[in-house]
């Protein structure tokens, strides 16, 4: 269970009203939820089973500002979203992270299909190209599949998990 510090700020209602659309549309699980939500933020943990994969959502949010004369300013909000699959219906190998430094080893092939930071290994390259329109659509920054286990990793707010079953699509298809 979500731990709410229930406060009377818009900020608050934004991230509670957030959490809630989010658990609402995995409803279908049956979810089981914890961690806080304040007007700063939250930090929660959500799990759930889907078909035979068991899924592990970090969802984080941190909102920062600048101290300014008078009133704070450039406030920003600060998301690090981690998403865990076990029985994952793939059993391609799939790496991809941002790394000036790994992507000088990357083929000349792969390098031409994702763009610079991005270094990826694949087990199988035809998957390569819708690959690479998944990761620009959704900013993914991390993206690791092996031994039937998915870990994906993005810096943007997400709103629901269209960004896993389209991954199952690429890699079941492909």
Request: include cysteine; proline fraction near 3%.
């Given at each position: 269970m979500?731990n709410y510090?229930?406060e009377?700020s818009?900020f608050?209602e934004e991230n509670?009203?957030?959490?809630e659309?989010f658990?609402n549309n995995c409803?279908?699980?049956?979810?089981?939820s914890s961690?806080n939500?304040?007007s700063?933020?939250?930090?929660?943990?959500?799990?759930f089973s889907?078909?035979?994969?068991q899924?592990?959502l970090n969802l984080k949010?941190?909102?920062s500002?600048?101290?300014?004369?008078l009133?704070?300013?450039?406030?920003g909000?600060?998301?690090e979203?981690k998403?865990?699959?076990?029985?994952?219906?793939s059993?391609?190998k799939?790496?991809?992270?941002?790394?000036s430094?790994?992507?000088?080893l990357?083929?000349?092939?792969?390098?031409?299909?994702?763009?610079?930071?991005y270094?990826?290994e694949?087990?199988?390259e035809n998957?390569?190209?819708?690959?690479s329109?998944?990761i620009t659509k959704f900013?993914?920054d991390?993206?690791e599949?092996?031994?039937?286990?998915?870990?994906?990793?993005t810096?943007?707010?997400?709103?629901?998990?269209?960004?896993?079953?389209?991954?199952v699509?690429t890699?079941?298809t492909?």
């Amino acid at each position: 269970m979500i731990n709410y510090e229930i406060e009377d700020s818009p900020f608050f209602e934004e991230n509670k009203n957030y959490l809630e659309s989010f658990l609402n549309n995995c409803s279908d699980y049956n979810p089981e939820s914890s961690g806080n939500c304040n007007s700063f933020g939250f930090d929660v943990e959500i799990k759930f089973s889907k078909n035979q994969e068991q899924y592990v959502l970090n969802l984080k949010k941190k909102q920062s500002t600048q101290n300014g004369i008078l009133i704070p300013v450039n406030a920003g909000n600060n998301f690090e979203n981690k998403i865990g699959v076990i029985n994952f219906p793939s059993d391609k190998k799939v790496t991809v992270s941002k790394s000036s430094l790994k992507r000088f080893l990357m083929s000349n092939k792969l390098k031409d299909r994702f763009p610079a930071p991005y270094f990826v290994e694949l087990s199988e390259e035809n998957i390569a190209d819708d690959l690479s329109a998944l990761i620009t659509k959704f900013d993914i920054d991390e993206l690791e599949i092996t031994n039937r286990k998915l870990k994906l990793k993005t810096f943007k707010k997400i709103e629901n998990l269209d960004v896993i079953d389209e991954i199952v699509k690429t890699l079941t298809t492909g």
